[in-house]
Structure formats: C-alpha cells, structure tokens
C-alpha cells in the first residue's frame, strides 16, 4: 500500500511532503519554500523593522524609541535693564555729545553776550544737551523691551565719526553717535512705533521747555528753557526726515499721517524756539 499526501498549493501527490513551520500546512519539494507556496503566514519569516524614533513636541510623557524635545525661549527676570557694555557705549556717546554742546558756546555768547555766560551756565548747557541725546536713545530702548524685544544702545563707526566732526565744525552739527540695536521679530507697526517713540519724547520735552520759558521771569531758567526746546526740538525734526535708516523711515512707512502730526510739531517748536 502507497501512502501519499497532496501538496496543499499544487495538489500533486508526494510521498514525503513538507510542512511549513509557519502555516504548518504540507507542500511539495518544489513549493516547500513560503514565498512558493504564498504562505499565510510568510510575514513571520521577515526579521521585525525597528520603528524610526518618534518625535514628540511637547509631550510630558516618553515611551520606548521616543524622544521628547522642548525649547522654552529665554525668558527676562526684569522688564527694562541695562547691560554693562551698553552703559559704557551710552557714556561714551554723551561725551561726544556734551562736547557738540560745548561747540555752541560762540553762537551762545553772540545772542546772550560775554557776560552772560557763566560756569555754571555753561554747565547747564551742556547737561541738557546731553539728557535730551540720553533720554531720545532710552525711550527708543524702553519701547523695544515693551514690546519683548532684545534692545541695546550701540556706538557705530559712521556715528561717532559723524558725531566729532560736528564738534569742529561751526554750522554742521549732527548728533549721531549710535543707535539702539534691536532683535527679534518686528513688524512694521511695531518698528514704527519704536521709531517714534524716541523723536516724540523730544517733542514733549520741547514743548514743557517752552511752557517753563513762558512761566518764569528767571533769566537763567529762560535761557536753559529755551535752549532745552530748541535743542530737542532739532533732534525730534533730524530723527524725523524719511530717509535711509533714520527714524523719519519708519514712521513714515508704518503711518504717513502720524509722521507728517510729528514732523510738522517739530518744525513749529524749531521755529519758535530758534535763538534769536
């Protein structure tokens, strides 16, 4: 008596068949092999596919081949501050400007007179100067950390050179030594508004300058004033002219009707605090 199985993919009898260790079904020689018998169960045969790592953006939670990455932005412990360096380049910045201040002292003497013009006058001077440069540079700073970005005074090249020439020259005076560096995501709204900020603090200042010369008969404080809404006057209209890299710019492009409100005030308290 023969014995003979079918193999279960061809039907073809053999006497001794094989079984597949993976459908455990019977095949012939020639189809003893899974992928020649389209085994079931051939997947059993394939070495498992390590899964790629899985990348989480902020889960708390990991499991095995996940990696969890998270970046939280450097965060500011105080809302306005100043940084060593920055308080070097702002102190070198106001000598240069005290001294543009002190290059006015002929023009001056020629409406005041010799005589008028004392120490502690030209003191004065000289320190009004110099808080109307500081403060236009800060309140540029103060509205950039207002709205969450990185903000420092720097001395440039271009401005401290532009700056010394102004102290030799008679007529041509540009107080420029440096600008406040900004980081960080801006738009032209907030561009604009920080560019304004410094022009229209000189603005404010002008016009109180103006209001304590006609409020006082004190010659000493009459000519401070005056020179005070002069002074910032000329710095607010400077900042304010729509050119290159000036602040005038960028107000201009973010608000045409805000520049031109600014621009026409400075010219009107330039006019009306020019020394005669």
Not at 63 to 92: C, D, G, M, Q, V
Not at 158 to 174: A, E, H, R, Y
Request: with cysteine; charged share 15%.
């Amino acid at each position: 008596m023969k014995l003979a199985v079918k193999c279960q993919y061809c039907d073809m009898e053999v006497a001794l068949p094989f079984k597949c260790p993976f459908c455990n079904k019977y095949h012939c020689s020639e189809h003893r092999l899974p992928e020649n018998h389209m085994c079931s169960e051939y997947w059993k045969a394939k070495a498992p596919r390590e899964q790629p790592p899985t990348i989480i953006v902020g889960e708390t939670e990991t499991a095995p081949f996940e990696y969890t990455f998270s970046y939280t932005p450097p965060r500011i412990s105080r809302s306005f501050w100043f940084s060593l360096n920055e308080l070097k380049h702002l102190a070198l910045g106001a000598l240069l400007v005290i001294g543009v201040g002190l290059s006015y002292i002929p023009s001056i003497a020629r409406v005041l007179g010799p005589l008028e013009l004392t120490p502690w006058l030209l003191l004065s001077l000289a320190l009004i100067f110099t808080f109307s440069f500081l403060l236009h540079e800060i309140v540029h700073k103060l509205s950039a950390q207002h709205f969450g970005l990185w903000a420092e005074f720097r001395l440039t090249l271009f401005g401290v050179l532009i700056t010394f020439i102004s102290i030799l020259l008679p007529f041509f005076k540009i107080i420029s030594p440096g600008a406040v560096m900004i980081a960080g995501s801006v738009t032209k709204e907030k561009a604009g508004k920080i560019a304004l900020a410094g022009p229209l603090a000189n603005i404010a200042l002008s016009i109180i300058s103006i209001t304590v010369y006609m409020g006082t008969q004190n010659k000493f404080l009459q000519i401070n004033s005056l020179f005070g809404a002069w002074i910032n006057a000329i710095i607010s209209l400077f900042n304010l002219i729509p050119f290159g890299i000036i602040d005038g710019f960028k107000v201009f492009q973010w608000n045409k009707l805000v520049w031109i409100i600014a621009f026409v005030a400075s010219i009107a308290l330039t006019i009306f605090a020019f020394p005669r």
